[in-house]
């Protein structure tokens, strides 16, 4: 290791209830990559965040060059040369490149010696060189909204690099990647490193760490386990140590499945959909597919490419442009969604805050939002409070939901998982035929996240028919019995899951279809 | 439980009301009046407290009943105002829908000459429905055409004001008091000069309905399938339609609701507090009915304590500014602090609750305090428990 | 047909200095329905600025007119604050606190005009008067037809709108702060990632707008009132909103919602005096920019874009 840049000591950090950071200490040398790895909620964040400027610890200190100092706002730490990529990037989107990249730090030139003005198009020329020189590939007068996800990512590493960042911290940035576009991300940080920034990388992914990375750290419930030379270390041990016991390092499940002949009837049935997006243009072009009873179909593909318009066609949020959706053979394309959940459509939606709850209800109304009009929860035009209460009393107990009491309180104070939970609890009640699963696990914790995908399986034991959507091809990959990968609003492959190989499934994503 | 969340929900209004006497105060002090004195003459003038004396014929009752009869017309503007809030809406033309109401019973049936058993139900009919019609109007163009129901519904509140004012002067003037003809006895909904033991009184019998509205509001809001969808669109539109709910049809509804009490604001306020209408004018009801159903917590119980208040000083402000030689206008400035303040409810309620949390909030964020730190706190301490709980198994 | 020109300029120029206060206001998050009570209060503060300094300044100087708009976006500004404050330290709904600011301002103006005039001038009265501003007409041009009627009468404070509202298209679209407003409405997170404080751009941004409708507000003084009084408040400033959301949020867009609501309203009010039917009539035509306004919204409605983040409270917590 060279001489350090950054030194963690004794870094402390408690929320009430839980102690997020205890006692952790590492220094990182200049010019290295090195990679934080631990489950969801061990800490990686917290850290990184405390290094950021975004959350003071509770004891420790931190040396940036040497020099102890306090990092008090994100601010500061860009003063100190330090720069973050987080999850949710934070991006004008009507804005182009090279004006999200400058904002804040404007350069300006006087126009005839007088007015002075924001210099956009001289600075496009700086942002260019630094795109070519770290390999980039972006171009500066692009508007954001135009861009994908890959595209956003790399802007934000621009940003770091106008402010000359010297140590580059990285949140998880392959989450919503393809392996493609991951694999040009490890490249991009690699380059980073060859061009002498140091590089942080917050990871759970061992694939990747064992990749790039120089030297690990490995957290597990708020501890620091170990710190390790990665070349010298296989993923088994790191993932032990990850973990606390040992793991599969494939993705794909060991559970038997059943073949394709033991799935029952066809329960949804899509047959040429085209869905407008809400932009105006075309987001699902001619797309069909089945979905059988005991199945997993799960749709694969970059965020945006049609997948949450084929979810909202099938759930009838979203118009049916052209095509016939059919459940249980009953033509539903023009039904209300009313009637669609009547039919038998149970659907966990990507956005759990924004559309899959209503955040300053109760527990007890959220639970109930799609039965409150039937007994016993009404009588004619009027509720029965008290069988709101009863039902989330058993649902709390049967789905294990934390958080809100008996039920009265708001879910808006409840965890991530935990609203997640009551949102499945909510669907499969129903006792629907089909249930669309839209990105289930997504932010949630190792726990909750074993917690949704047996509760997804259990229902494929019990014969209903499901529809995955997920951008996460591990999960796919784990979870899926066929798998089709969308781009560009259009199915490229339809495949049970044991006939395709990661890679193929990758390229598909990129929308490369031969070789 | 239930008794200190009571308190709990009182302490929010009751600052309001406490920062906007004391801004009153402040006011009357700097225009070199006596603040008690004016205060004193606010209660005494809507007949809360007796006066030194009185014109013959009337005593405090008159003054109380004077005041419920300007409460009744209060209580369904503010009830309006609160069915459109529930809905996620804010009905900001409550006073343009009393007076299309207004007049629109006025032209029917104020000048029929029917005996008042006819003409009594007909009134309140009418009115609801014009209004409902006024509102419901509102609620197509917003879930028609998207257009914001607060530019519509100023943009209708002045196409009434300017319609009605055509039609009153070219048919309907009354050319001695330049208002439209005084609707006839019979069809008044408050029973005027009614003598009781050497007393005259203004009897609103309607207040006992717009009462009952205000319990059926609630039980409407809490225990009915249609308030339960209605609440549920107000909070997330989103949400709301990916439950199978229908936006469209309940943005209507409300607004028709809404409209409806608005309208039976307008007929108890022309046809009752009044007997007339004045062209060219609305009235200010319908933006004072916005402050009292705010500073009620947009509750249906809630109204009915600040309709008292808002109504009260209304009333009182004329004797006062006769007695304390305030300007009477000061009852309006009062009223649309008691709005301000009350707009502030959210950052009053966290200052009363967040003590606790904030003092930790600071801490962890470095005097950054943000108002999710309780949920953010809130979600860290799930997930620890879960985490532990997974430890032990 | 050129008075249409002339009272339709006079009408839509001030109300456009008012809807770019609203873009400023909106384009940085923040819903403002307090245009109408911060043209009021401006107007107020520039009626008492003009009438208690009435006698210091020679008679016929432009001094006093002058600064009496100064005072006017100063009073406008100042009062905006209460709005700001509101929606951005006190989280308070917007929607709320726009139309609590608007109900004080009628309020104490009224209040405090009442106050000054007896005080000061022992006469209680709910007006300041303040006179008509005097009209210039650009010699040559004037005499192209109709054309022409565009340079005829015109107030100076038309031509000093436009400039204005030309600085402000420069501030909004070509300056660093500029820049950093528009980004507040779009995605506050990004702004704060860049290390500006969204809070004191949107309180800018909201003084700003108070500061171009006390303008607007003293322009109506001067004009269609030629007093400060409670006639003030006519509307204008939902009219403003009404064509800010039809110009989508963009200056030059609203301009001609503006544009067409003046001319509307003058077409209106010509026709029927040149009908020469009764008096009454003309409150008719009084509703026609509204009903227009209605109309219009109704149809453009559809498909606007409004700034992302308009109307959210931006929570710092928040990620």
């Not at chain 1, 002949?261 to 407008?276: C, K, N, P």
């Not at chain 1, 209800?361 to 009863?390: E, H, Q, S, V």
């Not at chain 1, 990959?477 to 560009?488: E, F, K, P, S």
Request: net charge neutral; glycine share 12%; proline share 4%.
């Amino acid at each position: 290791m060279s001489e350090a840049i950054v030194e963690m000591r004794h870094i402390t950090k408690r929320f009430p209830g839980i102690i997020a950071n205890d006692d952790v200490s590492f220094s990182i040398g200049r010019g290295e990559i090195f990679a934080i790895l631990g489950e969801n909620g061990a800490g990686k964040s917290t850290l990184m965040s405390i290094l950021f400027g975004m959350y003071e610890p509770d004891g420790g200190e931190i040396l940036i060059r040497g020099i102890p100092e306090k990092i008090s706002s994100p601010a500061r730490a860009v003063e100190l040369d330090i720069g973050m990529v987080h999850q949710h990037f934070t991006l004008v989107r009507e804005y182009t490149v090279t004006e999200n990249i400058i904002l804040g730090d404007e350069p300006w030139k006087r126009f005839l010696g007088l007015l002075p003005y924001v210099d956009v198009k001289g600075s496009e020329a700086k942002v260019s060189e630094l795109s070519a020189r770290y390999g980039l590939d972006v171009d500066p007068g692009r508007l954001i909204e135009d861009m994908d996800v890959a595209g956003q990512q790399r802007v934000e590493i621009l940003k770091m690099l106008y402010r000359d960042a010297e140590i580059l911290i990285f949140d998880e940035p392959t989450a919503m990647l393809t392996p493609a576009e991951t694999g040009m991300l490890l490249k991009i940080i690699e380059n980073l490193r060859d061009n002498g920034k140091t590089v942080i990388l917050i990871s759970h992914k061992l694939r990747e760490i064992k990749r790039v990375a120089d030297r690990c750290a490995i957290l597990n419930r708020g501890k620091l386990i170990d710190i390790l030379d990665v070349p010298g270390t296989d993923t088994a041990r790191m993932a032990h140590m990850m973990v606390g016991r040992d793991v599969p390092i494939d993705g794909r499940s060991t559970e038997a499945r059943a073949p394709a002949a033991d799935f029952g009837d066809t329960v949804l049935s899509v047959d040429g959909l085209a869905v407008y997006g809400a932009d105006g243009t075309m987001a699902v072009n001619d797309v069909s597919f089945t979905v059988r009873r005991g199945e997993i179909f799960a749709i694969a593909g970059v965020s945006g490419n049609g997948q949450t318009e084929i979810a909202d066609a099938v759930a009838g949020l979203a118009e049916v442009q052209s095509g016939r959706i059919s459940l249980n053979g009953d033509d539903i394309s023009r039904s209300s969604v009313r009637a669609r959940i009547g039919k038998g459509i149970a659907y966990i939606p990507e956005d759990r805050q924004n559309v899959g709850l209503i955040l300053d209800f109760p527990l007890g109304d959220n639970l109930a939002l799609k039965k409150y009009r039937t007994p016993p929860f009404a009588g004619g035009a009027m509720l029965n409070r008290d069988a709101f209460d009863a039902y989330a009393g058993r649902l709390i107990d049967e789905y294990d939901i934390r958080g809100a009491g008996c039920g009265r309180a708001a879910v808006r104070g409840m965890s991530g998982g935990n609203q997640q939970k009551a949102i499945i609890a909510r669907e499969i009640e129903l006792g629907a035929d089909l249930i669309i699963f839209v990105q289930p696990t997504r932010g949630l914790d190792i726990g909750a996240m074993e917690q949704v995908r047996c509760m997804m399986s259990a229902e494929r034991g019990k014969g209903k028919a499901i529809l995955l959507i997920s951008y996460d091809l591990d999960e796919i990959l784990m979870c899926a019995d066929t798998v089709a990968v969308i781009y560009g609003g259009e199915f490229l492959r339809v495949s049970p899951v044991e006939s395709i190989s990661v890679d193929e499934i990758g390229r598909y994503m990129m929308g490369v279809t031969e070789g | 439980m239930k008794g200190r969340a009571v308190l709990k929900s009182l302490s929010v209004p009751a600052i309001a009301i406490l920062l906007s006497l004391a801004a009153f105060a402040a006011i009357v002090l700097l225009t070199g009046k006596n603040p008690a004195v004016a205060f004193i003459g606010i209660l005494e003038g809507s007949g809360w407290l007796p006066r030194s004396g009185y014109p013959l014929g009337s005593g405090q009752l008159t003054d109380v009943f004077r005041t419920l009869d300007a409460l009744t017309p209060m209580m369904f503007a503010s009830l309006a105002v609160a069915v459109a809030f529930r809905g996620g809406l804010f009905n900001i033309g409550v006073s343009g829908q009393m007076l299309f109401a207004g007049f629109v019973s006025t032209v029917t049936i104020g000048y029929s000459g029917l005996p008042s058993s006819a003409a009594f139900p007909l009134v309140i009919f009418v009115g609801a429905s014009s209004g409902a019609l006024a509102g419901g109007l509102i609620g197509l163009l917003k879930c028609r055409f998207n257009v914001n129901e607060v530019v519509s519904s100023i943009m209708l509140n002045f196409i009434f004001q300017y319609v009605i004012s055509f039609f009153i002067n070219t048919s309907y003037i009354d050319p001695v008091s330049r208002h439209s003809a005084a609707v006839g006895k019979d069809v008044c909904l408050t029973l005027t000069d009614v003598f009781i033991g050497g007393y005259i009184f203004r009897i609103p019998w309607a207040l006992a309905i717009a009462l009952a509205c205000a319990v059926l509001t609630l039980v409407f809001f809490t225990k009915s399938v249609r308030g339960f969808e209605m609440a549920a669109v107000g909070k997330n539109t989103r949400a709301a339609r990916y439950a199978g709910m229908s936006v469209e049809r309940n943005i209507l509804v409300t607004m028709f609701l809404s409209g409806a009490f608005a309208g039976l604001a307008g007929v108890t306020y022309y046809l009752g507090y009044y007997d007339s209408i004045m062209p060219g004018t609305l009235s200010p009801m319908g933006f004072d009915a916005i402050a009292t159903a705010s500073l009620g917590n947009m509750h249906p119980i809630g109204i009915i304590a600040a309709g008292v208040l808002v109504t009260s000083l209304g009333q009182g402000s004329t004797y006062m500014s006769n007695i304390a030689g305030v300007r009477p206008e000061i009852a309006s400035l009062v009223i649309g602090l008691i709005l301000l303040f009350s707009a502030c409810s959210y950052y009053i309620k966290y200052r009363l609750e967040g003590g606790a949390a904030l003092r930790v909030g600071k801490k962890a964020r470095g005097g950054k305090m943000a108002m999710n730190t309780a949920a953010a706190e809130n979600e860290a301490l799930e997930d620890g428990r879960s985490g532990k709980e997974a430890g032990k198994t | 047909m050129s008075l249409v020109v002339i009272d339709g300029l006079s009408f839509a120029l001030p109300l456009f200095i008012i809807a770019v206060g609203g873009i400023y206001s909106e384009r940085s998050g923040v819903t403002n329905l307090a245009l109408e009570g911060l043209l009021g209060f401006g107007a107020f503060t520039g009626g008492l600025f003009v009438v208690l300094t009435s006698g210091i300044f020679p008679q016929g100087s432009q001094t006093p007119i002058c600064l009496s708009f100064l005072f006017a976006a100063i009073g406008g500004g100042a009062y905006s604050l209460i709005h700001a404050t509101l929606c951005v330290k006190f989280r308070a709904n917007q929607v709320m606190s726009g139309i609590a600011v608007n109900i004080l301002a009628v309020a104490l103006t009224g209040f405090f005009t009442y106050q000054v005039n007896a005080g000061v001038f022992g006469s209680p009265s709910d007006k300041f008067m303040i006179g008509v501003s005097p009209r210039v007409t650009a010699p040559g041009i004037s005499d192209i037809p109709v054309l022409g009627a565009f340079f005829t009468n015109v107030y100076p404070f038309e031509i000093m709108i436009l400039a204005i509202a030309a600085f402000c298209w420069y501030v909004l679209y070509r300056t660093r702060y500029g820049i950093r407003l528009r980004a507040c409405g779009d995605n506050p997170q990004a702004v704060d990632a860049a290390g500006i404080s969204v809070a004191k751009a949107r309180f800018g941004a909201v003084a700003i707008s108070g500061a171009l409708s006390g303008v607007g507000g003293m322009c109506f003084a001067y004009s269609i009132t030629a007093n400060f009084s409670p006639a003030i408040y006519l509307g204008a400033g939902y009219l403003a909103i009404a064509a800010l959301i039809f110009g989508n949020w963009k200056m030059i867009p609203a301009l001609g919602a503006c544009l067409i609501f003046g001319f509307a309203r003058s077409a209106a009010y010509q026709v029927a005096k040149s009908l020469e039917i009764s008096s009454n009539v003309s409150d008719l035509a009084m509703s026609l920019p509204y009903v227009l306004t209605l109309l219009l919204l109704a149809f453009f409605s559809k498909g606007n874009r409004a700034p992302r983040a308009l109307g959210e409270i931006y929570d710092k917590g928040k990620r």
